[in-house]
T-cell receptor, first 114, second 113 residues
Framework: DTGVSQNPRHKITKRGQNVTFRCDPI?????LYWYRQTLGQGPEFLTYFQNEAQLEKSRLLSDRFSAERPKGSFSTLEIQRTEQGDSAMYLC????????????FGPGTRLLVL | QQQVKQSPQSLIVQKGGISIINCAYENTAFDYFPWYQQFPGKGPALLIA?????SEKKEGRFTISFNKSAKQFSLHIMDSQPGDSATYFCAAADSGNTGKLIFGQGTTLQVKP
């Protein structure tokens, strides 16, 4: 499979619990993005990695959110002490070298916080 | 200045008709303008993209028109088909920076048979 994969595809959790999502980018893509999409809206940028370095974080990414990309391969997004407002689709996208502009999106992880 | 405004919010077109979706941006640093198509429960998929050095780009039934002076761009879907029924997002990026995409609010297109 040469596409971006995300796991799990769906997650239901209770308010206050921690959740972690995983993104596996297209192999050899050194650029990785996380976005959040709420119902009826366009995706909003959360954070950006170039290789293992996290180079930009949106102000949307509160202290409860943390993202990592160890060894510049897969990435994880953790949300601590989830709130109902965190319910959304979390999308991961990867991109190749600087001159390759296309971002390829994964299927997303749908989070529902009860 | 980071916003991308998209209209209309929803669009109904008869099969074979032309679907037109418009977007406007403010940030003159944006230099990459893609359009994404999204089906329910799926991630966005790139349809077509343009850079501001050209005023039009066509790929099959999909055409982007770009007006740099007005800071506007639009997607035209010719011979619209029921299978085109989806949500369409315009986006913009400053490719010299991180390349993060700033998305419009989306347009839900329904093509009636």
């Amino acid at each position: 499979d040469t596409g971006v994969s995300q796991n799990p595809r769906h997650k239901i959790t209770k308010r206050g619990q921690n959740v972690t999502f995983r993104c596996d980018p297209i192999s050899e893509h050194n650029r990785l993005y996380w976005y959040r999409q709420t119902l009826g809206q366009g995706p909003e940028f959360l954070t950006y990695f170039q290789n293992e370095a996290q180079l930009e974080k949106s102000r949307l990414l509160s202290d409860r959110f943390s993202a990592e990309r160890p060894k510049g391969s897969f990435s994880t997004l953790e949300i601590q002490r989830t709130e109902q407002g965190d319910s959304a689709m979390y999308l991961c996208a990867s991109r190749g070298q600087k001159w390759e502009e296309t971002q390829y999106f994964g299927p997303g992880t749908r989070l529902l916080v009860l | 200045q980071q916003q991308v405004k998209q209209s209309p919010q929803s669009l109904i077109v008869q099969k074979g008709g032309i679907s037109i979706i418009n977007c406007a941006y403010e940030n003159t640093a944006f230099d990459y303008f893609p359009w994404y198509q999204q089906f329910p429960g799926k991630g966005p998929a790139l349809l077509i993209a343009i850079r501001p050095d050209v005023s039009e780009k066509k790929e099959g039934r999909f055409t982007i028109s770009f007006n740099k002076s007005a800071k506007q761009f639009s997607l035209h879907i010719m011979d619209s088909q029921p299978g085109d029924s989806a949500t369409y997002f315009c986006a913009a990026a400053d490719s010299g920076n991180t390349g993060k995409l700033i998305f419009g609010q989306g347009t839900t297109l329904q093509v009636k048979p």
